[in-house]
């Protein structure tokens, strides 16, 4: 008997970007030290990727101008990859000094959201990538790229697939090897998210192994958005701990998907993770402790009112 659910992966990758993601949009300051600590729960949790910080410029988020302290003093895992974000050749040059093995870029799919968030046209930064993916590839380092507001931006509204897919195209014929498609303002809805993979998938060059999604939760269709992301046989899906953070150029953009509440479905539909979702509850409460606020994940929650 056929079922909805045949095209569903028996296993996914999480790609955590809590302590990245998440802590460059939170108000308060969060000392050094405790950041290192909540990276090294999230790990131990089995979460196979930690995307760690930014190698951005502190002017632009002051949040993570530690990064150098904080990725110099993780104690790594072996299996575990600890990617940072890279907005050009300065950052990665901090990168490197830091020890750092994996890396991610970031560009938009609409002009005018690249121009507020990085300062560039999106042609602009691509070509300022060029460099850093050289020098990544030189090094053996593999190399994400992100792409925001796929779904929609604050200041333009719809988006073109196609420029989807003429980003993504480009960013692979540099030597990137992953894509994260991002929903960064919280406006998809399962329909459209078939509709976009059908045209980025059906593209050159583009297959699911390389396509992850990135939704964020601002109006609670995330997990829809996943669902029917996994009906289309993708993979890699990014989370952020306790659905911590947003982007500060996307007005709005408050809440990435909680890796809680994605482990909690993905467990029940019986799709393997390697992550312990009482672990990443307990690094979530850790950081809670510092953020001023309790971190708005339904799952993460539900378990510390029932404590
Ligand atoms: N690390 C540290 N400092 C950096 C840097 C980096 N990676 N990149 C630039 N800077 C510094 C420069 O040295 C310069 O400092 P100075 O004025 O003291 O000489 C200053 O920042 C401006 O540099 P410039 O090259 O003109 O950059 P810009 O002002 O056009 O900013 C970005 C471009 C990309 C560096 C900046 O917009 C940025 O870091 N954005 C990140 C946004 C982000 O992370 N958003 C969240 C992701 S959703
Ligand atoms: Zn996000």
Do not use: W
């Not at 108000?27 to 760690?52: H, R």
């Not at 750092?100 to 300062?119: D, G, K, L, M, P």
């Not at 333009?156 to 960013?171: F, K, M, N, T, W």
């Not at 672990?279 to 929650?301: C, D, E, F, N, S």
Request: with cysteine.
């Amino acid at each position: 008997m056929s079922s909805s659910f045949d095209n569903v992966p028996a296993a996914v990758r999480i790609v955590e970007v809590g302590p990245r993601d998440g802590l460059q949009n939170e108000k308060v300051a969060i000392p050094t030290p405790q950041k290192i600590q909540f990276v090294q729960m999230l790990a131990s949790a089995g979460l196979p990727v930690v995307e760690v910080t930014s190698f951005v410029s502190p002017r632009a988020i002051p949040q993570l101008s530690d990064a150098d302290t904080v990725m110099s003093n993780i104690t790594r895992l072996p299996g575990t990859a600890y990617p940072v974000l890279i907005p050009n050749i300065k950052g990665m040059q901090r990168a490197l000094a830091t020890g750092v093995r994996s890396i991610a870029v970031f560009t938009a799919a609409s002009e005018s959201f690249a121009r507020h968030n990085i300062n560039a046209s999106i042609a602009e930064s691509l070509a300022n990538f060029r460099p850093v993916v050289a020098l990544a590839q030189q090094e053996d380092i593999p190399v994400r790229g992100y792409i925001s507001t796929v779904f929609g931006c604050p200041y333009e509204g719809a988006v073109d697939p196609q420029r989807v897919v003429a980003v993504a195209q480009e960013l692979l014929a540099m030597g990137v090897q992953e894509l994260s498609l991002g929903d960064t303002i919280g406006v998809a809805t399962p329909r459209q998210v078939e509709n976009v993979l059908d045209i980025v998938l059906a593209a050159n060059d583009i297959t699911r192994e390389i396509v992850g999604v990135h939704f964020h939760d601002t109006r609670g269709t995330a997990l829809a958005n996943v669902l029917i992301s996994l009906q289309m046989g993708i993979t890699t899906i990014d989370a952020a701990a306790g659905g911590l953070g947003g982007c500060p150029y996307a007005p709005g953009a408050s809440g990435n998907l909680a890796t809680e509440d994605l482990l909690y479905m993905l467990h029940g539909m019986g799709i393997q993770t390697g992550v312990d979702l009482e672990k990443v509850v307990a690094a979530t409460r850790y950081i809670a402790a510092y953020l001023g606020h309790t971190p708005t994940g339904k799952y993460y929650q539900a378990a510390v009112s029932s404590r």
